[in-house]
Protein backbone atom coordinates (compact mmCIF):
# COMPACT_ATOMS: atom_id res chain seq x y z
CA UNK A 1 0.00 0.00 0.00
CA UNK A 2 1.37 3.30 -1.26
CA UNK A 3 1.53 6.03 2.01
CA UNK A 4 2.66 9.41 1.52
CA UNK A 5 6.21 10.51 3.14
CA UNK A 6 3.99 12.91 5.52
CA UNK A 7 7.17 13.19 7.83
CA UNK A 8 9.85 14.43 4.96
CA UNK A 9 7.26 16.06 3.45
CA UNK A 10 6.66 17.96 6.49
CA UNK A 11 10.34 19.07 7.02
CA UNK A 12 10.67 20.03 3.33
CA UNK A 13 7.64 22.40 4.05
CA UNK A 14 8.99 24.22 7.10
CA UNK A 15 12.31 24.52 5.28
CA UNK A 16 10.67 25.82 2.18
CA UNK A 17 8.61 28.30 4.43
CA UNK A 18 11.48 29.15 6.49
CA UNK A 19 13.41 29.69 3.67
CA UNK A 20 10.86 32.05 1.84
CA UNK A 21 11.47 33.76 5.76
CA UNK A 22 7.61 33.18 6.51
CA UNK A 23 5.84 32.71 9.57
CA UNK A 24 3.53 29.46 9.99
CA UNK A 25 0.99 31.93 9.96
CA UNK A 26 1.69 33.53 7.47
CA UNK A 27 2.01 30.65 4.99
CA UNK A 28 -1.31 30.06 6.25
CA UNK A 29 -2.92 32.86 5.44
CA UNK A 30 -1.40 33.30 2.13
CA UNK A 31 -2.31 29.47 1.01
CA UNK A 32 -5.77 29.25 2.52
CA UNK A 33 -5.37 27.09 5.30
CA UNK A 34 -5.71 27.50 8.79
CA UNK A 35 -2.16 27.67 11.15
CA UNK A 36 -3.12 24.38 13.33
CA UNK A 37 -3.45 22.33 10.06
CA UNK A 38 -0.61 23.97 8.89
CA UNK A 39 1.61 23.27 11.97
CA UNK A 40 0.00 19.57 11.66
CA UNK A 41 1.22 18.88 7.74
CA UNK A 42 4.48 20.63 8.83
CA UNK A 43 4.64 17.87 12.22
CA UNK A 44 3.99 14.98 9.98
CA UNK A 45 0.64 14.45 11.24
CA UNK A 46 -1.31 14.94 9.13
CA UNK A 47 -1.38 13.81 5.21
CA UNK A 48 -2.50 17.05 3.24
CA UNK A 49 -4.59 16.28 -0.10
CA UNK A 50 -2.81 17.36 -4.04
CA UNK A 51 -4.89 20.44 -3.84
CA UNK A 52 -3.79 21.60 -0.36
CA UNK A 53 0.12 21.05 -1.65
CA UNK A 54 -1.31 23.34 -4.56
CA UNK A 55 -1.97 25.67 -2.15
CA UNK A 56 1.08 25.69 -0.12
CA UNK A 57 3.27 25.15 -3.20
CA UNK A 58 2.30 28.59 -4.78
CA UNK A 59 1.91 30.61 -1.79
CA UNK A 60 5.67 29.64 -1.31
CA UNK A 61 6.08 30.42 -4.96
CA UNK A 62 7.39 26.53 -6.05
CA UNK A 63 6.42 24.36 -7.98
CA UNK A 64 2.99 22.37 -6.97
CA UNK A 65 5.19 19.22 -8.50
CA UNK A 66 7.87 20.01 -6.21
CA UNK A 67 5.74 18.94 -3.15
CA UNK A 68 4.09 16.17 -4.97
CA UNK A 69 7.15 14.14 -5.36
CA UNK A 70 8.46 15.29 -1.39
CA UNK A 71 4.82 13.48 -0.77
CA UNK A 72 5.38 10.50 -2.61
CA UNK A 73 2.49 11.53 -5.40
CA UNK A 74 4.54 11.69 -7.98
CA UNK A 75 6.64 8.72 -9.69
CA UNK A 76 10.59 8.93 -10.36
CA UNK A 77 10.76 10.42 -13.81
CA UNK A 78 8.86 13.08 -11.98
CA UNK A 79 11.34 13.23 -9.44
CA UNK A 80 14.35 14.20 -11.51
CA UNK A 81 12.53 17.01 -12.95
CA UNK A 82 11.40 18.42 -9.67
CA UNK A 83 14.89 18.08 -8.06
CA UNK A 84 16.29 20.51 -10.82
CA UNK A 85 13.64 22.84 -9.54
CA UNK A 86 14.24 22.06 -6.04
CA UNK A 87 17.83 22.88 -6.68
CA UNK A 88 17.17 26.31 -8.34
CA UNK A 89 14.77 27.57 -6.08
CA UNK A 90 16.61 26.52 -2.58
CA UNK A 91 19.82 28.35 -4.01
CA UNK A 92 20.15 31.19 -1.60
CA UNK A 93 22.80 32.99 -3.95
CA UNK A 94 20.35 34.17 -6.33
CA UNK A 95 17.38 36.46 -6.73
CA UNK A 96 13.46 35.34 -7.26
CA UNK A 97 13.64 36.57 -10.81
CA UNK A 98 16.77 34.68 -11.16
CA UNK A 99 15.32 31.80 -9.80
CA UNK A 100 12.45 32.23 -12.76
CA UNK A 101 14.34 32.64 -14.85
CA UNK A 102 16.48 29.69 -15.10
CA UNK A 103 13.14 27.91 -14.56
CA UNK A 104 11.78 29.30 -17.53
CA UNK A 105 14.49 28.53 -19.51
CA UNK A 106 14.53 25.31 -18.33
CA UNK A 107 10.84 24.86 -19.10
CA UNK A 108 11.86 26.09 -22.53
CA UNK A 109 14.62 23.29 -22.95
CA UNK A 110 12.15 20.28 -21.81
CA UNK A 111 9.56 21.50 -24.07
CA UNK A 112 12.07 21.81 -27.68
CA UNK A 113 13.52 18.62 -26.71
CA UNK A 114 10.04 16.97 -26.62
CA UNK A 115 9.27 13.87 -23.68
CA UNK A 116 12.25 12.00 -22.41
CA UNK A 117 12.81 8.76 -24.12
CA UNK A 118 14.79 5.60 -23.91
CA UNK A 119 18.21 5.29 -25.14
CA UNK A 120 16.57 2.54 -27.15
CA UNK A 121 15.09 4.88 -29.51
CA UNK A 122 18.30 6.37 -30.38
CA UNK A 123 19.55 5.19 -33.57
CA UNK A 124 22.52 3.41 -34.17
CA UNK A 125 25.64 3.90 -36.29
Known amino acids: MASLNVGNLGAYLREQRRSAQLTLRQLADAAGVSNPYLSQIERGLRKPSAEILQQLAKAL ?52 NGPAEDDDSKPSG
Not at 64 to 80: F, K, S, W
Not at 88 to 97: G, H, K, Q, V
Request: glycine share 2%.
Open 61 to 112: RISAETLYVQAGILDERAREEAEVRSAILADPSITERQKQVLLDIYDSFRKE
